[in-house]
Nanobody, 123 residues
Framework: QVQLVESGGGLVQAGGSLKLSCAAS????????MGWFRQAPDKEREFVAA???????SYRDSVKGRFTISRDNAKNTVYLQMNSLKPEDTAIYYC?????????????????WGQGTQVTVSS
C-alpha cells in the first residue's frame, strides 16, 4: 500500500519562504515521477511542478524562478522549496506520484496522492 505524507506547510508573509516535503512509503518511486499540485478555494486543482528520476523538471509558468523541486531517491522523498511567496500561492498543496517516465501536468496522470498541506501567504 502506497502512502504519501506531506509536511512543511504553514502561514508566511508575502515575500517569505517555505519548504514542503513529501515522503513516500510502501513502494519506491525512484524510477517514476513525483510532483506537486495545489488547489485554492473555489478553484480547480492545478499542476505546480514535477521531477523525474533523472532530475528532469517541469514547472507551471507562475512559479518559475521562485519554486524549486528536488528529490532524494534514497529517501523516497520529494521537496518543494518556495521562495518569494505571493498571496496567490495560497492553497492546499498535494504531493503526487506515478511510476511512469514522462512528466504529466494533469491529475489523471498520477496514481498516488497525499492528503495535502495548507500554505497560506498573507499580504
Amino acid at each position: 500500500q502506497v502512502q504519501l505524507v506531506e509536511s512543511g506547510g504553514g502561514l508566511v508573509q508575502a515575500g517569505g519562504s517555505l519548504k514542503l516535503s513529501c515522503a513516500a512509503s510502501g513502494r519506491t518511486f525512484s524510477s517514476g515521477v513525483m510532483g506537486w499540485f495545489r488547489q485554492a478555494p473555489d478553484k480547480e486543482r492545478e499542476f505546480v511542478a514535477a521531477i523525474r528520476r533523472s532530475g528532469g523538471r517541469s514547472y507551471r509558468d507562475s512559479v518559475k524562478g521562485r519554486f524549486t523541486i528536488s528529490r532524494d531517491n534514497a529517501k523516497n522523498t520529494v521537496y518543494l522549496q518556495m521562495n518569494s511567496l505571493k498571496p496567490e500561492d495560497t492553497a492546499i498543496y498535494y504531493c503526487a506520484a506515478d511510476f511512469g517516465l514522462r512528466i504529466g501536468v494533469n491529475e489523471y496522470e498520477y496514481d498516488y496522492w497525499g492528503q495535502g498541506t495548507q500554505v497560506t501567504v498573507s499580504s
